[in-house]
């Protein structure tokens, strides 16, 4: 039997036994082998970013929506937004994947697995991940997710799995969002909010990972966006299933705000912490206003919640490790800082981790 050493993920010291069928190996009583398997937790080794060139402010979109800057920036905090005109989501995305890869010092070659995080871009297959990966000469395997705004967090669980399986070591996040591409731009309760951006990390085995819980409610309307179908011979009617995001912005901001804090409050009790032990609350950035009553409730200081939404809008997944690329290379962030990630989305899905830097 192979017995691997126990590791800690927090101050607790954590045994996780399997049972797999005996297949030679010593059995117990039931005839199966029991393994004592060791957890391996990530460490982000690496951050990058990129923007599109062309900045929108709300002035700029005051042009041709009944809105002002006024109005956008007091329920919103978003003055301007970064948009895709002639660049594309594939350039911004192996932009900040050859980011993250220069700033954690790995080589394309190093990379195990790449797992990127997208809605919408240029093809419905191959996936952007397997485009991402040939630009940037890496030979792994690819996976795409749509976990919508979560997606950050639910990559890094995913990243953590392949891990703990043994499948990959050294793993390459990528959240490239176009949503300027499926939005309604008639519609001035939904298009003011958003902004494109790609950001990644890179992911090494570490001891950094506390914990991570992903979860999602039914509650697939609040944002919804259909897409188009081709026509078949056997089903000639409904084919066009195509709308533009739709959004009940009422409903999104109670469920974020009600949702996320109860995700901190509950994963910093399983942890055993108190708010004070986070240096910093890394919050999906969907509005300034969710962000602040979230920060309300747990009773925080400002200084805590880092924001980008400012400049660049909710940039869907690529919203947090954007932010934390702008801390990592901001100087921002020290061997230790604590931090929390509380993301929320389309499904609806959430994701909540505590990492250390
Ligand atoms: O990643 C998650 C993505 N989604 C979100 O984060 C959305 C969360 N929700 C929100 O951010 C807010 O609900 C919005 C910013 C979308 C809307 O703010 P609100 O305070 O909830 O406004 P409302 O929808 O209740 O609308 C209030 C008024 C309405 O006018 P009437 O009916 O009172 O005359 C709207 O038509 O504001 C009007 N309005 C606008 N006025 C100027 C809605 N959008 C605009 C606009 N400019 N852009």
Same mark, same amino acid.
């Given at each position: ?261 109860? @995700?901190?409050? =509950?994963?910093?009790?399983?942890? &055993?912490?108190?708010? $004070?032990?986070?240096?910093?609350? /890394? +919050? ?19 200084? @805590?919640?880092? =924001?980008?939404?400012?400049?660049? &809008?909710?940039?869907? $997944?690529?919203?947090?490790?954007? /932010? +934390? ?33």
């Amino acid at each position: 039997m192979q017995v691997f050493a126990t590791k800690s993920r927090h101050s607790q010291p954590i045994t996780h036994f399997y049972h797999i069928p005996k297949q030679g190996l010593t059995p117990c009583g039931c005839g199966f082998v029991l393994l004592h398997i060791k957890y391996t937790t990530m460490k982000i080794i690496g951050t990058g970013s990129s923007h599109p060139e062309r900045k929108v402010t709300n002035h700029d979109l005051a042009q041709f929506l009944d809105t002002s800057d006024e109005w956008i920036a007091t329920r919103t905090g978003i003055r301007e937004r970064r948009i895709l005109t002639k660049d594309n989501i594939t350039d911004l995305a192996v932009e900040a994947a050859i980011d993250a890869l220069n700033n954690s010092q790995k080589e394309p070659g190093q990379i195990d697995y790449i797992i990127c995080s997208n809605i919408i871009n240029d093809y419905l297959t191959p996936g952007l991940s397997a485009i991402i990966q040939s630009k940037i000469g890496t030979h792994c395997p690819c996976l795409d997710i749509n976990t919508a705004c979560t997606g950050f967090v639910y990559a890094l669980q995913l990243a953590e799995s392949l891990q703990v399986a043994g499948m990959a070591k050294n793993i390459l996040i990528i959240c490239a969002e176009e949503v300027s591409k499926m939005v309604d731009w008639t519609d001035r309760a939904s298009c003011i909010l958003f902004g494109d951006a790609a950001a990644a990390a890179v992911v090494a085995p570490g001891d950094n990972l506390i914990k991570i819980k992903t979860d999602c409610i039914d509650c697939g309307d609040v944002i919804i966006s259909g897409s188009r179908h081709e026509k078949t011979p056997f089903d000639t009617e409904g084919n066009d299933k195509y709308f533009p995001l739709a959004m009940n912005g009422r409903e999104v901001y109670k469920h974020a705000v009600t949702i996320a804090t109860y @995700k901190i409050e =509950s994963i910093l009790k399983e942890c &055993g912490m108190a708010h $004070s032990d986070i240096t910093y609350y /890394l +919050l999906h950035q969907a509005n300034l206003r969710i962000s602040e009553a979230i920060r309300t409730h747990i009773g925080e200081d400002e200084s @805590k919640f880092p =924001s980008n939404i400012e400049s660049f &809008g909710n940039m869907s $997944s690529a919203g947090i490790p954007c /932010l +934390l690329d702008d801390l990592n290379k901001g100087g921002k962030l020290k061997e230790g800082d604590r931090l929390l990630l509380c993301a929320f989305g389309a499904g609806f899905t959430t994701g909540t981790c505590i990492i250390d830097w």
